[in-house]
């Protein structure tokens, strides 16, 4: 089901990720939660939910990567 705000995101979300990061993945999930209804629009076996939150971390991940030293997630650097 959706996320109504940041606060809701499971722990995994809110630990870990700064609160723009937090933003993205709302969005992000709750986007594909409506896109991905159908199984049809799905790949394998993956639920409703599992997609959306496969979406919602990729969505992360183009703004943002994890720093493995210090094992927090940061901005990617811009090129301009």
């Known amino acids: ?9 499971p722990g995994a979300v ?18 594909a939660w409506d896109e ?5 629009d799905r790949r394998g076996d993956a639920t409703r939910e599992e997609t959306a939150h496969k ?7 183009n703004v943002y990567h994890k720093n ?4 927090k997630w940061e901005p990617k650097p811009t090129s301009v």
């Open 36 to 40: 991905y209804k159908s199984k049809s």
């Open 1 to 9: 089901m959706p996320f109504r705000n940041i606060s809701d995101l």
């Open 55 to 61: 979406v919602a971390w990729a969505a992360v991940k």
């Open 68 to 71: 493995i030293k210090t094992g």
């Open 14 to 31: 809110t630990d870990y990720l700064p609160k723009h990061g937090q933003e993205i993945y709302l969005a992000a999930y709750n986007n």
